[in-house]
């Protein structure tokens, strides 16, 4: 079985790499499809430093002296790089969202395809589990996590339906989960439980403060010219993404000039979101929600 198949891998690539004989970041290193790639395309003075939290990222090791795999989350990329000794880079690359193994094992819990714990987490050394979420958070901060998180309106009533539940018996596996909700109709069924599980996913891993984080350390470690490109799954991060690169901040107005003008340290490359292809979304399913933005770096002042 694949690792992972990446998503948008061309196009992602040769809208990072600029500077054949420049330094990058793999954000996501996953199956490590993308770095590859990077890898091909870079000179013998060019360099890749990779990032992954999950053990299981270790089996996809790549033997090229111009790589480095940083067994870290993401939102420590301005630190690992300094402890490398990396000032700036040419360009970061980050595919967001899970992966394919992820979703393919069972006991790492990301998939309603299959019974298993309520885990979810993508650094397996992490304490924080969904199952630890729906058996110890208090009602009030199930439904806002499942409303902000899942974008889920009825909230508020399934906060009350798991506490109520939880109260009898501890929720376990991912069936006992599933059968809570069990009066969702069929038609409706799969989208629902998708944005439960994200809810609880994104709980589990703080991916939305990660996100932010990295987003900001990109605007000072990579260089003028440099690229950022960020491919996400799903409205909330596309839309932290879209702002970030737009305005360089996640909320707020940003300050403007007497005439209207504001300084952001990114400019968007494109005018529209990419999105795959009706071929790689029939070879690839897991890329149709996929959302590529691609942004350079502005010249900074002094």
């Known amino acids: 079985m694949e690792y992972h198949n990446p998503v948008l891998l061309d196009e ?135 409303y902000y998180y899942g974008e889920l309106k009825n909230s508020r009533r399934m906060a009350k339906e798991v506490v109520a539940f939880r109260s009898s018996q501890k929720i376990n596996s991912i069936n006992q989960l599933k059968g809570i909700f069990s009066y969702i109709p069929k038609n409706i069924e799969n989208k629902f439980f998708a944005q439960l599980f994200q809810a609880l996913r994104i709980e589990v891993n703080d991916e939305m403060a990660s996100l932010r984080e990295m987003l900001m350390q990109c605007g000072e470690v990579i260089e003028d010219g440099g690229r950022l490109v960020v491919i996400s799954y799903h409205s909330l991060e596309d839309r932290l993404v879209k702002r970030y690169m737009k305005t360089g901040m996640f909320e707020g107005d940003p300050e403007r000039d007497v005439f209207g003008n504001w300084s952001a340290p990114f400019k968007t490359l494109q005018s529209k979101v990419i999105v795959p292809t009706a071929e790689e979304i029939k070879t690839n399913p897991r890329a149709r929600s996929a959302k590529m933005r691609i942004a350079v770096k502005n010249e900074t002042n002094g």
Do not use: W
């Open 12 to 146: 992602s690539v040769s809208e990072l790499i600029h500077d054949s004989s420049g330094i990058y970041v793999d954000c996501t290193f996953g199956g490590g499809g993308h770095s590859r790639e990077i890898l091909n395309r870079l000179k013998e003075e060019g360099k890749l430093i990779s990032f992954d939290q999950d053990e299981d990222a270790q089996r996809n090791l790549i033997d090229d002296s111009r790589f480095q795999l940083v067994m870290q989350n993401f939102r420590y990329l301005k630190n690992n790089l300094r402890f490398l000794k990396i000032k700036k880079v040419a360009g970061v690359l980050a595919d967001l969202g899970v992966s394919s193994h992820q979703f393919d094992t069972p006991e790492r819990g990301f998939s309603t395809r299959f019974d298993g714990e309520l885990d979810m987490r993508m650094n397996q050394s992490a304490k924080l589990t969904a199952k630890l979420i729906l058996n110890e958070y208090e009602e009030e901060k199930l439904a806002e996590i499942f």
